[in-house]
């Protein structure tokens, strides 16, 4: 049996647009917030934003609550707000993920993801991509799990041993990705839906268009 490469792709970004409309997460701030009798400032919406996840343990000192005791609330919050706002479609794939089936027959696909491993799984069954991502990676729900998070390498530890190959790839959408895929050893694809920058691919079927045939469709 021929061996295929490996194509891990990160959620967020590539995969969900889960930061166009930020509904959801303002919400499950705001209900952890109010669950400790926190004043809902905007400086407090933004300290539990999880741009500042690698920061929350200074987050909790300021707010004066243990750590082990704030996060539990806050990820209880942030996961059932984020699988509702999924199963409401207020955050969906990307339109260009389809794109992906193209390289079924030459790649084994997998997700690794910082978000949680519920939602990773979520995704994948609510959306129907079963038949695409094999290997479905996300953190779990301790503090000392967010204090492993890409670009630590745990999460592709976890991976690891479900993989028979070293030919690696991975396409993100942060420096944090970046590095990550360079510790892993994984050759690493930059995508900015944004804007074009270089060294940076600005969709799905760009990166697909590299993997297939060894340039962009519009080289």
Not at 34 to 56: K, M
Not at 157 to 178: M, P
């Amino acid at each position: 049996m021929t061996i295929k490469p490996v194509l891990f792709c990160d959620l967020d970004g590539v995969l969900l647009d889960s930061e166009s409309n930020l509904i959801w997460l303002i919400r499950s701030i705001k209900k952890t917030l109010s669950h400790f009798h926190i004043p809902l400032t905007d400086e407090h919406l933004a300290n539990l934003h999880f741009q500042n996840i690698g920061a929350f343990k200074e987050v909790s000192k300021q707010l004066c609550i243990d750590p082990n005791v704030l996060w539990p609330i806050r990820n209880q919050y942030y996961t059932k707000e984020k699988l509702t706002a999924m199963k409401q479609r207020i955050i969906n794939p990307f339109s260009d993920i389809n794109v992906l089936y193209q390289l079924k027959n030459d790649f084994r696909l997998g997700i690794i993801s910082n978000s949680p491993q519920s939602v990773v799984d979520f995704f994948v069954s609510e959306y129907g991509f079963t038949d695409l991502f094999s290997i479905n990676i996300g953190r779990g729900s301790t503090m000392w799990d967010i204090e492993h998070l890409k670009p630590d390498i745990y999460l592709f530890t976890k991976a690891k041993s479900l993989i028979d190959t070293d030919q690696l790839f991975y396409i993100g959408d942060r420096e944090t990705d970046r590095i990550f895929a360079q510790k892993a050893g994984m050759r690493y694809y930059h995508l900015n839906r944004e804007k074009q920058q270089e060294n940076s691919y600005s969709s799905l079927k760009e990166i697909v268009s590299v993997l297939q045939y060894g340039t962009r469709k519009n080289d």
